[in-house]
């Protein structure tokens, strides 16, 4: 049972990436998915989350209009896809899954939290 997260890289400022969240060994449409980021040196932050039916997302506002979060459960998936990446987006990023689904959506308090995927490096630099 386990979140794999993936996509991460390096680019250039300006450009894009799509970072992947796969579970396995549970069924992902059950839960409302979070990805988080941590910097280095910085305390971990919420960047996105989208409800179980798909119908309620929520981005931090240094991120919002650049980012976009989906799902696809039949692939037992979600997704962050990442625009206009910029320097301070540089960051190690979770996706964690959690059944805490509101209307709207909104981050879930830390312990309601089930699984962390391990982590993928994004890297913007020039």
């Known amino acids: 049972v386990q979140l794999q997260a993936s996509g991460g890289g390096l680019v250039q400022p300006g450009g894009s990436l799509r970072l992947s969240c796969v579970a396995s060994?549970?069924?992902?449409?059950?839960?409302?998915i979070s990805w988080f980021r941590q910097a280095p040196g910085k305390e971990r932050e919420g960047v996105s989350c989208?409800?179980?039916?798909?119908?309620?997302?929520y981005y931090a506002d240094s991120v919002k209009g650049r980012f976009t979060i989906s799902r696809d459960n039949a692939k037992n998936a979600a997704y962050l896809q990442m625009n206009s990446l910029k320097p301070e987006d540089t960051a190690v990023y979770y996706c964690?899954?959690?059944?805490?689904?509101?209307?709207?959506?909104?981050?879930?308090?830390?312990?309601?939290?089930?699984?962390w995927g391990q982590g993928t490096l994004v890297t913007v630099s020039s």
């Open positions: 964690a899954n959690t059944r805490y689904s509101p209307t709207p959506i909104v981050f879930a308090p830390p312990n309601e939290y089930d699984y």
């Open positions: 060994g549970f069924s992902l449409d059950e839960y409302a």
């Open positions: 989208i409800s179980t039916r798909d119908d309620s997302t």
